[in-house]
Structure formats: C-alpha cells, structure tokens
C-alpha cells in the first residue's frame, strides 16, 4: 500500500539551514504536502507541490521533488527557534482526499 | 472567519462508555475528513464526509466507530465501548471542494481511554 517515510528527528542551530527529507511509495501521487504541528495544536498547512514540479519556493521555505526517486525535501533557511515543531510530509492522489501523512520529523532549534 | 473548531478538546473515558467528538468546519467548507494519530505516528485517514453522506469510509475500524456529518450542526465522531487502544488524538479537516490543497485542520481532541 501507499507509504510515506521520514527521518523522526533532526537539530540544527539557530541561523542554519534545515533541510528535512521524505520518500514516499505511490507514483500516482498528485500533491505533496509540507505540514507543521506545534505542541498541542493542529496541523498547519505549510506548502504543497504538484507532483509535475520538481522546485517550489516560499520565503525561507524551498520544496524540493525528485519524483523519478520519490524523494521530497523542505528546506528552511535562516532557521528559527520559533520553527521548533514536528513536520509531516504527505501526499494524494488525483482526487486531493485521503491523504497519506508521515510519521513526522522533530525539529529542533538551538540557540 | 472562524477555523475549524473541535470539541472538546480532551476527552477522558473509562473503558466501556462512549465517546462523541465534534467537528464544526469551516464557514463555507462542505467537505469534512477525519484523521486519527497514534502517539509518535502520523496521522491515518479514517473517513471523508460531505453534508448527509459518507464518501470514504475505508480508514474507519469496522466496529464500534461512526462518523456523521448533517445537514444542520457539526460533523460527530463516535467511538462506542472505547478501550485503552482508542486513546490518541483525533483531528478533523474541512475543505470547500473534494480537494485536500485547500483543507484546514482543527487543532484536535485527545482522548484519553482510563
């Protein structure tokens, strides 16, 4: 079945960039979304790709996608002690519902 | 323009008794999906809703968990006879369209099984 797949931590210091990756099984994925939770809330949409982009930029936010490997990554520049959170990558197929998230990747931010 | 509104925000159940989770969408918002997360997991599909019918059930356990979504009021979670497995958190989008790119989630109840 579909599978998405990401690293669960990562620390970086105040002022770095963070670069968090995710690989996903389904190659009829359509969308591909960058979410982020913060203690006790809901998600947060971030970004999302159309799987016939290969960049998509934001501010300090870069999406990456290398859809031969399956492979998306979130880049976030100048990286913040307010960007401390858990990322969930995700994707979808045509019809946009049912959407299949990761296991979340920890972000920490050193000061 | 309120967000998704959910309630309560947690919820303690003894082994047995049910529990009823509430989701109001957002103004405008006719498509309503329900997701569960395990701690430490991401979160799992369970159904998708528009007003009066289900669309995709295919995430919901086979027993003891129904979702509803009527013409008037909130779209309701119920989980029957609840046990310990239950507990986890529980978080609801809402979209204008059959299309997650413009769904928003609630900030989720967590229910805690005793």
């Known amino acids: 079945g579909e599978d998405v797949e990401q690293s669960l931590f990562l620390s970086v210091r105040e002022g770095d960039s963070s670069v968090i990756n995710c690989t996903y099984t389904?190659?009829?994925?359509?969308?591909l979304y960058w979410y982020k939770q913060e203690p006790g809330a809901g998600l947060q949409l971030l970004t999302y790709?159309?799987?016939?982009?290969d960049m998509k930029q934001d501010q300090r936010l870069t999406v990456l996608l290398n859809k031969k490997d399956k492979h998306l990554s979130l880049r976030i520049a100048d990286t913040q002690t307010g960007d401390s959170a858990i990322y969930f990558c995700?994707?979808?197929?045509?019809?946009?519902?049912?959407?299949?998230f990761g296991a979340g990747t920890r972000l920490f931010v050193k000061a | 323009n309120a967000g998704v509104m959910q309630n309560p925000r947690h919820l303690v159940r003894r082994r047995g008794q049910e529990a009823r989770l509430r989701c109001s969408p957002m103004?405008?918002?006719?498509?309503v999906y329900w997701y569960r997360q395990l701690p430490e997991e991401g979160l799992k599909f369970m159904v998708y809703?528009?007003?009066?019918?289900?669309?995709?059930e295919s995430g919901m356990p086979k027993e003891r968990f129904s979702a509803e979504f009527p013409k008037e009021g909130p779209s309701i979670l119920r989980i029957q006879q609840v046990v310990r497995g239950d507990s986890a958190a529980y978080f609801c989008?809402?979209?204008?369209?059959?299309?997650?790119?413009?769904?928003?989630f609630g900030q989720g109840t967590r229910l805690t099984v005793v």
């Open positions: 989008a809402s979209s204008p369209l059959d299309r997650a790119t413009e769904a928003f």
């Open positions: 389904d190659s009829s994925s359509t969308y």
């Open positions: 790709i159309f799987s016939n982009m």
């Open positions: 995700a994707e979808s197929g045509r019809g946009g519902f049912k959407t299949i």
């Open positions: 103004k405008g918002h006719s498509h």
């Open positions: 809703l528009q007003k009066e019918n289900i669309i995709d």
